[in-house]
């Protein structure tokens, strides 16, 4: 039990705040290591930074990119691919373009889960976000705008944001609490060098996002077909032959059994089962979360710009249990309730483990990886995997489900191609990460180097 006595003034300058949670929270320790830093503490408000929320609208959705503008929920920034396929119309664009995020601003989430920060690159553009989260518009005259992000997505920027968040069962903070939040003013060298790991890491991400849209609209031009309303007949023969004669009308009338019925009609092809030496699943088992171990991530973690999570299973468990282990190369395929999000396993990702809710898809030695992850993360290979799913509230799929996903060959030359795309993009990708990584633990470092006894 965490026990502080607190007075006065504690409660004045924060508010009024009497509640333990925040009298008693991690910030509170965090702030005095801040205080302990010999540099002029300096407030977002006071960099000259715009920092500011939107207003509640209602949203008007469409159904394709020509008549709408792509939008992005507050849990949408954090991701590796922002691509959401939501669009919203047009005839809103005028009244929501101060919505409209822009190249190198922050922003973080402030509602339910709150203090996820992002640094915006040219690929969130002409993106539309919600209301519901803060953006900072930063200016370069006192603070690097790629410190002030490495800062706040630090634990210290964290515990900051999280520490006056306010509500009962949904936690919220607004746009004064980030203006009141203070960070040492480091010499300027310092500051560049974190800006210049984050710049890097911006750009990077931003060539690697170019190479995978490419890969992508290469295989959707190849392979794609406009949907076409299906005859809501099936004949009986199709029902039995069919994988466990499945009945239902999505599997045979979908615009998701058009995609399949026309590329195994028109194109040459192998299952995934033929490509793959194995695709599973570990068993469902009882985790041993500790303070100190291997980071666990979930299907929902797996997808984030940089996966983490603050879930570590023990190392004595991870040693009885290796089927949680990844390794580069396998690729990973969400297979419950949110069913065909796909990642490629790089560096990052294979020292962590992974859910049992996460199929795992082992190549073969001579498949060319970079191409099969290009058909199975492309909107082609979501259908192709989404047609199998089965249950009625939480959809699933299995691994004989995913055995029977066809993956249309082209000539070498071409799938030589698509393959170095992928090749690009994983390799730009994993150097991001290790350098906003890198960035973070900088800055971290100099802060507790002034705490050492």
């Not at 706040?152 to 936690?171: A, P």
Request: charged share 25%.
């Amino acid at each position: 039990m965490k026990t502080n006595i607190i007075n006065t003034k504690s409660i004045l300058p924060n508010s009024f705040r009497f509640d333990p949670s925040f009298h008693l929270s991690e910030a509170i320790i965090l702030g005095k290591d801040l205080d302990n830093v010999p540099y002029e503490k300096i407030s977002i408000k006071d960099t000259n930074s715009k920092v500011f929320l939107g207003n509640i609208f209602s949203r008007i959705f469409v159904k394709d990119k020509e008549h709408g503008i792509p939008y992005l929920a507050a849990s949408d920034t954090v991701l590796a691919d922002i691509n959401t396929g939501r669009f919203l119309s047009k005839k809103q664009s005028k009244e929501l373009a101060y919505l409209m995020l822009k190249k190198d601003w922050i922003v973080i989430t402030c509602s339910g889960t709150i203090g996820n920060v992002t640094y915006t690159n040219s690929t969130f553009e002409n993106h539309i976000a919600t209301h519901d989260l803060i953006r900072i518009v930063p200016n370069d005259e006192k603070i690097l705008k790629g410190y002030l992000y490495a800062f706040l997505s630090s634990k210290y920027g964290y515990n900051q944001l999280t520490q006056s968040r306010f509500g009962g069962v949904v936690k919220h903070i607004n746009a004064d609490h980030v203006n009141g939040i203070t960070l040492p003013l480091f010499p300027e060298p310092f500051q560049k060098e974190v800006d210049d790991l984050i710049q890097e890491s911006a750009r990077l991400r931003e060539e690697a996002t170019e190479a995978l849209e490419e890969a992508h609209t290469l295989i959707e031009d190849k392979f794609g077909v406009s949907a076409k309303k299906k005859s809501s007949c099936v004949s009986i023969s199709s029902i039995r032959s069919s994988h466990n004669k499945r009945f239902e009308a999505f599997y045979h009338t979908s615009e998701n059994r058009n995609i399949y019925d026309y590329i195994i009609q028109n194109f040459k092809y192998k299952t995934l089962g033929d490509l793959t030496s194995k695709i599973f699943r570990p068993g469902i088992f009882k985790r041993e979360y500790v303070a100190d171990g291997v980071t666990f991530l979930g299907g929902a973690d797996i997808l984030m710009q940089i996966p983490d999570s603050e879930k570590k299973l023990s190392y004595r468990q991870v040693e009885k249990m290796p089927e949680l282990k990844v390794k580069r190369n396998w690729i990973l395929v969400t297979c419950g309730g949110t069913i065909g999000n796909t990642v490629i396993i790089d560096g990052q990702l294979e020292k962590c483990v992974i859910s049992q809710h996460v199929m795992r898809i082992v190549p073969k030695d001579e498949v060319l990886k970079g191409y099969l992850y290009a058909v199975l993360s492309s909107k082609i290979g979501h259908s192709l995997i989404t047609m199998h799913s089965t249950g009625s509230v939480i959809p699933q799929i299995e691994s004989h489900h995913l055995e029977l996903v066809p993956v249309p060959i082209l000539c070498n030359e071409e799938m030589l191609y698509i393959d170095g795309l992928i090749s690009t993009y994983v390799e730009k990708i994993e150097i991001s990460k290790e350098k906003e990584i890198k960035a973070k633990f900088l800055v971290e470092q100099e802060i507790e180097k002034w705490n050492k006894n």
